[in-house]
């Protein structure tokens, strides 16, 4: 199957005074249409900043990064801003929602920072939300949302723009299992209908069984195979 992600051999090093810092040091992997990956480690080994690095948010220090065939690595920020709006969908473990929009124009905000403005978008937003079951809440405000409802209006915002691949840094972190389920569920169902891509940052590792492979990072190195124990030796990528 096609790959919508390929990362090769990026590392991203800091200064720190006169200590140059290695945070990822040659990772490289492949994500393929329709599959949903796990990233977990322990904290501070890397696993947000590579995200980012995925996302345009941050350049890496040496290496590839390409999104359905897209080498994104030396494009200009006007070229990365592009990406981030219409090939990469966030989601944040804060929902990040606008306080004083209604639910329904948190969506159609991503449109109109795209400059899209048409009656599909608006019928889109609707039927997303919908989707999420949140019907109810289309005219609602954040305040009259619940944490869960929250986190839906942010994944229905992050499928808006329809993009080859999704983020997700801790979605579940603010939830009880059950919910946290139900929000892993909504992203597998996009990926697997849409045939996107997914990348998921978790410590929650009950939500590992919903994903196709899980990738471990550690020292900055990643490795594939289930989350690393004591005397286990897992598989480099």
């Known amino acids: ?36 990956v796990a990233i977990v480690g322990p904290s501070g080994s890397g ?61 159609l905000l991503v449109s109109e920072i795209g400059k899209i403005r048409n009656k599909q978008n608006k019928e889109k937003a609707v039927k997303l939300l919908e989707d999420l079951g949140l019907t109810h809440r289309v ?10 409802e929250k986190q839906r209006v942010a994944i229905a915002r992050a499928f808006m723009n329809n993009p080859d691949i999704i983020l997700a840094d801790e979605p579940t972190a603010s939830l009880d299992y059950t919910r946290g389920k139900q929000v892993v569920e909504m992203l597998l169902k996009e990926v697997k209908g849409k045939n996107k891509g997914a990348i ?28 690393k124990q004591k005397d286990n030796h897992p598989t480099p990528c």
Not at 47 to 67: D, H, W
Not at 202 to 226: A, F, Q, S, W
Request: glycine fraction near 6%.
């Open 47 to 107: 696993k947000s900043t590579l995200l980012s690095i995925i996302g345009a948010l941050l350049s890496p220090t040496s290496g590839m990064i390409e999104i359905n065939k897209e080498q994104i690595s030396s494009y200009n920020s006007a070229e990365l801003k592009n990406v981030r709006l219409n090939k990469i969908g966030f989601i944040f473990q804060s929902a990040n929602l606008i306080p004083f929009l209604k639910v329904k124009d948190q969506l």
């Open 200 to 227: 998921m940052v978790t410590h929650d590792e009950r939500m590992l069984e919903l994903c196709d492979r899980v990738l471990h990072i550690e020292d900055g190195k990643i490795y594939e195979g289930p989350v």
């Open 139 to 148: 005219n609602s405000h954040v305040a009259q949302l619940s944490g869960g």
């Open 1 to 36: 199957m096609t790959s919508i992600l390929k990362v090769e051999h990026v590392t991203k090093t800091f200064m720190d005074g006169d200590t140059q810092i290695s945070v990822l040091k040659d990772i490289s992997f492949e994500i393929k249409k329709g599959e949903f």
